[in-house]
């Protein structure tokens, strides 16, 4: 079975800050691992995914994301918070052929 | 890009009606679809896979008769929620598999359910 942690429910951070949403993940298998950003009402839009290769994975709006096997871990990065950036993000990790497994969300708040 | 329609985005109706939400895989081919549902502040639940041409394998908890999953088409997958109460009331959201690799997943746009 797969799983996914994703630490704070709610993170806040100024604008121009660093933006850090931590995600880690268990899996029997080589995983297949997912951001994605919610905004009110709305579907998910996929931020960056990793499969297979580069560890550094970098994604849409300036977020990025590294692997690291050792750690279980796939934590997001952007370095300068935006107010659009305000949203719920959800990490999520598939073995390829099963469904997205989804943590529990982190709500970021951008401060002005 | 992959596009996945849902539709409709916003229904009201009256317990013990039926609602139906669709959603299409527009400029791709989906063998596989997801439906989830999220409760409001939570995460996804998953609630059934859904393969084109064969019944819905659905998770535990779910009620089959409720929640009827069709997907007659690699294109179409559709949503019944069936003789719905006040507590089916959510925001229930399809997501499309492209391809055999697994790794690729577009999600609808979400449709909101409330139930009066």
């Known amino acids: 079975a797969q799983s996914v942690t994703q630490l704070g429910s709610h993170v806040s951070v100024s604008e121009g800050a660093l933006v850090l949403l931590r995600c880690n993940y268990s899996?029997?298998?080589?995983?297949?691992l997912f951001w994605y950003v919610q905004y009110p009402n709305q579907g998910l839009q996929l931020l960056l995914k990793?499969?297979?290769?580069?560890?550094l994975v970098k994604g849409i709006n300036g977020f990025e994301a590294e692997f690291k096997k050792s750690e279980t871990s796939f934590h997001l990065t952007k370095p300068s918070a935006h107010m659009s950036d305000a949203a719920e993000y959800f990490c999520?990790?598939?073995?390829?052929?099963?469904?997205?497994?989804f943590g529990k969300g982190t709500r970021l708040s951008v401060i002005a | 890009g992959a596009v996945v329609s849902q539709h409709p985005s916003r229904v009201i109706c009256k317990s013990g009606t039926s609602v139906k939400i669709e959603c299409r895989s527009l400029?791709?081919?989906?063998?596989?679809m997801f439906w989830y549902r999220q409760f409001p502040k939570k995460s996804l639940m998953l609630m059934a896979t859904?393969?084109?041409?064969?019944?819905?394998?659905?998770e535990q908890g779910v009620e089959k008769d409720k929640f009827l999953i069709n997907h007659a088409s690699l294109t179409l997958s559709t949503l019944t929620v069936t003789s719905a109460h006040p507590e089916d009331s959510s925001f229930y959201i399809c997501?499309?598999?492209?391809?055999?690799?697994?790794?690729?997943?577009?999600f609808g746009s979400g449709t909101r359910l409330t139930v009066v």
């Open positions: 997501s499309a598999q492209q391809g055999a690799q697994g790794y690729g997943y577009t």
């Open positions: 899996s029997s298998v080589p995983p297949y």
């Open positions: 990793y499969t297979t290769g580069a560890t």
């Open positions: 999520a990790v598939s073995s390829g052929n099963t469904p997205l497994v």
């Open positions: 400029d791709f081919q989906a063998t596989t």
């Open positions: 859904s393969n084109e041409g064969s019944k819905a394998t659905y």
